[in-house]
């Protein structure tokens, strides 16, 4: 099938874990089926801090949920595993009145539900979530079990690459940057980053790294205490008039931080006992999407150097390989909507393509006009929505 090939490596999602606990106000101990026996899916209410689950319990195996925004702001719910720090399973960028089907593939254990309103800071309304052993076993083909393990193969290993490219990478940035080649620098800055946004469901899965790498001045002046990443040297290379420029001490301090942040994430995806299970991958592919959707479309990651195309290029090409490696998986389910997605990726691309400058570059994201914001963003919405559906598909 002609479908568009993305010459960049493949993308990956956050990691298979296990369990936590906490308690929620205003959650009753309901117990609910929701697993792949077809049962209604639990309704998360979710409204600011809030974050209130029909059920406290479940079978194990597929997992449901109708995840309600009730609130006025956008918000994120978790499950989070027994340390109460890895997440096991998540659905970013709930818009304000907005509902919207979440899937995941629980083992027995004890976890933790939770949100996070404007997707910063502290996770609130944590309460304890238990799965309980369900005794059944779902029935899987030789030949479908053998198109998932390959998927799992493929992705585990697009991920290392894409980190492995990024350590690489951000420590190009960063000498260019404190040798004061800012002209190198500030070509660099987002042609690294796109190794990191292939792949920051995974980073996000890790607790502390996301924030330490990749957080905005906004979010950082909302939640207080010292800001670092990738943001923080973009802003010194694209300084706004009357800002203070980083002094060189400064500046090193920051691109010191930003390597061993880098590098600690590339032990932690190198490490033997990094996993990532089936249905993060789909849902990987769904969340870079809803990031689009929700912020990139809107100039707001790159504020200072309205790279913000690049970073769109790169979810999609992450969205676009998490889904090729369960694509045949999935087409032996529901082609139709396999056909779909194919077709919704390479409209998107065809229209990203639009905005290319140079050999590998983008025209700045200030250059598109409101008309060509509204077709960038219609084709992104077009394929979010089937997309949204992936995961259910590929573990139903």
């Not at 997707?119 to 079990?145: H, K, L, N, R, Y």
């Not at 939640?223 to 802003?235: C, F, I």
Request: charged share 25%.
């Amino acid at each position: 099938m002609n479908r568009t090939v993305f010459r960049t490596p493949v993308l990956a999602l956050p990691l298979g874990i296990g369990a936590a606990m906490a308690v929620l106000a205003g959650c009753t101990a309901n117990t609910a089926s929701s697993g792949p026996g077809g049962a209604e899916p639990l309704e998360v209410t979710i409204n600011g801090a809030q974050c209130e689950v029909s059920a406290v319990e479940v079978p194990s195996g597929t997992a449901r949920f109708t995840l309600v925004n009730a609130g006025t702001e956008p918000n994120e719910f978790e499950i989070l595993a027994d340390d109460k720090l890895r997440i096991v399973g998540e659905r970013e960028n709930l818009g304000p009145g907005t509902t919207t089907d979440f899937t995941v593939v629980l083992e027995p254990g004890t976890y933790y539900t939770a949100c996070k309103p404007n997707m910063v800071g502290e996770v609130t309304g944590v309460a304890e979530f238990t799965v309980t052993d369900s005794g059944e076993e779902i029935e899987v083909s030789e030949d479908e079990q053998a198109l998932r393990d390959e998927a799992v193969v493929a992705y585990t290993a697009y991920v290392r690459d894409q980190v492995g490219a990024l350590l690489t990478r951000t420590e190009e940035f960063t000498t260019a940057y404190t040798e004061g080649d800012r002209d190198l620098a500030r070509y660099l800055y987002p042609r690294a980053r796109m190794h990191y946004e292939r792949i920051e469901p995974t980073a996000e899965a890790f607790g502390d790294i996301d924030p330490a790498i990749d957080l905005r001045e906004a979010d950082s002046q909302e939640l207080g205490g010292e800001w670092t990443g990738w943001h923080v040297l973009e802003k010194d290379l694209w300084l706004p008039a009357g800002q203070r420029a980083l002094s060189p001490e400064e500046g090193r301090e920051m691109a010191d931080a930003l390597n061993r942040e880098t590098r600690k994430l590339y032990d932690l995806v190198y490490a033997e006992d990094f996993t990532i299970s089936l249905d993060e991958i789909s849902n990987g592919a769904i969340a870079l999407l809803e990031e689009v959707a929700t912020t990139k479309i809107t100039g707001e990651e790159e504020i200072f150097s309205h790279t913000d195309l690049y970073d769109i290029q790169a979810n999609l090409e992450g969205a676009s390989v998490a889904f090729g490696t369960v694509r045949d998986l999935a087409e032996q389910k529901d082609p139709e909507l396999v056909a779909e997605i194919d077709s919704r990726f390479d409209s998107l691309a065809s229209t990203l393509d639009g905005y290319r400058s140079g050999d590998d570059g983008f025209v700045p994201f200030t250059d598109l006009d409101a008309a060509e914001r509204k077709q960038l963003s219609d084709a992104v919405n077009a394929l979010r929505r089937p997309l949204a559906t992936l995961t259910e598909v590929v573990v139903g």
